[in-house]
Nanobody, 120 residues
Framework: QARLMESGGGLVQPGGSLRLSCETSGFTFGRFAMSWYRRVPGKARELVASISSDAGSRNYADSVKGRFTISRDNVKKSVYLQMNSLELSDAAVYYC?????????????WGQGTQVTVSS
């Protein structure tokens, strides 16, 4: 059974930094693309950053480019999101996602989320 466990969220002042972690188990981590999403109540879920299975490709939402960095450790089966220069608009629940397309569809696993609060 796939498990994704986010951690590292919390309360931070504008301009501060947080590092989110997502520890995984129950699937072949090294084959999956990994992503971080976020959701604010009343708004659609937003893709924040993604990284390919071999870390050769990374993509970011325009709103976080230059401030957030996604990385992964295939030995530790974990993915990380370093968030710097946090803004009030970054406050959300952040979710870790693992995805692997197949010939019949895709595997799509989610964590339960970690709250990031940005407030002065």
């Amino acid at each position: 059974q796939a498990r994704l466990m986010e951690s590292g969220g919390g309360l931070v002042q504008p301009g501060g930094s947080l590092r989110l972690s997502c520890e995984t188990s129950g699937f072949t981590f090294g084959r999956f693309a990994m992503s971080w999403y976020r959701r604010v109540p009343g708004k659609a879920r937003e893709l924040v950053a993604s990284i390919s299975s071999d870390a050769g490709s990374r993509n970011y939402a325009d709103s976080v480019k230059g401030r957030f960095t996604i990385s992964r450790d295939n030995v530790k089966k974990s993915v990380y999101l370093q968030m710097n220069s946090l803004e009030l608009s970054d406050a959300a629940v952040y979710y870790c996602n693992a995805r692997l397309p197949t010939t019949w569809g895709q595997y799509d696993f989610w964590g339960q989320g970690t709250q990031v609060t940005v407030s002065s």
